[in-house]
């Protein structure tokens, strides 16, 4: 299961201006993130590009991105660590980034003494970015979650395999959430009700209309 630009970038925290961005080598800097499915139109992220992208994301926060690409040419280049992106830990403190490793960490930017870093953030958690609040990776609402192993990471309500998006399409359509049950029995009204609010929130990193035109012409 892949998941599109809108989507990638609703569970990130990334806009997608910043997705299209990071695609993108800069001058002599590697690009930050390029998609393991597709980074060409349809651009189509893996859940591991996800986790990846919501480290940068939490990243951004405390570090430029011109830091952020110097930490990720050091992680690649000199430490020759090319395992996908979300299998390292990578940590900032305002002044610097670092690769955080069991009792210890090593300075991807000054590239000083390794350093201890007292506490670890989970990328999984839900942390807020420039007012908006990113929800939890794994269950981004009460009834709806995250598993790889389920559709390969599409949102799903909890404890199905009932896409998020199609629950949210009926209610679209004018279908009462007590009604639900009818197309798909093992969804609540309440549950529903948390795909709607989801399908909402995905929908709000959807670019202004403006763009889209500018993009078409």
């Not at 002599?28 to 919501?54: C, H, K, M, Q």
């Not at 979650?145 to 949210?168: F, H, K, L, S, W």
């Amino acid at each position: 299961m892949a998941f599109d630009s809108k989507l990638a970038a609703a569970l990130s925290g990334a806009t997608l201006r910043q997705l299209a961005h990071w695609r993108k080598a800069g001058a002599n800097r590697g690009a930050v993130l390029i998609p393991e499915i597709s980074s060409t139109r349809p651009v189509l992220y893996s859940f591991r590009d996800v986790v990846a992208l919501r480290t940068c994301v939490k990243l951004r926060n405390d570090a430029s991105l011109q830091k952020i690409r110097r930490a990720l040419d050091t992680l690649r280049g000199d430490l020759q660590e090319h395992d996908h992106l979300s299998s390292y830990t990578l940590v900032a403190d305002g002044s610097s980034i670092y690769l955080a490793e069991s009792d210890q960490a090593v300075d991807l930017v000054r590239r000083k003494a390794n350093v201890v870093i007292h506490e670890m953030v989970d990328v999984l958690q839900p942390f807020y970015r420039d007012g908006r609040h990113i929800p939890p990776l794994l269950r981004p609402r009460a009834h709806v979650t995250v598993n790889p192993a389920v559709r390969g990471g599409v949102p799903v309500i909890e404890g199905t395999r009932v896409p998020y998006d199609e629950v949210a399409a009926l209610l679209r359509d004018g279908l009462p959430p007590e009604r639900i049950s009818e197309y798909y029995p093992s969804v609540t009204p309440t549950a529903a009700l948390d795909a709607a609010d989801f399908a909402d929130y995905v929908n709000s990193y959807d670019p202004p209309k403006e763009s889209r035109e500018a993009a078409a012409g």
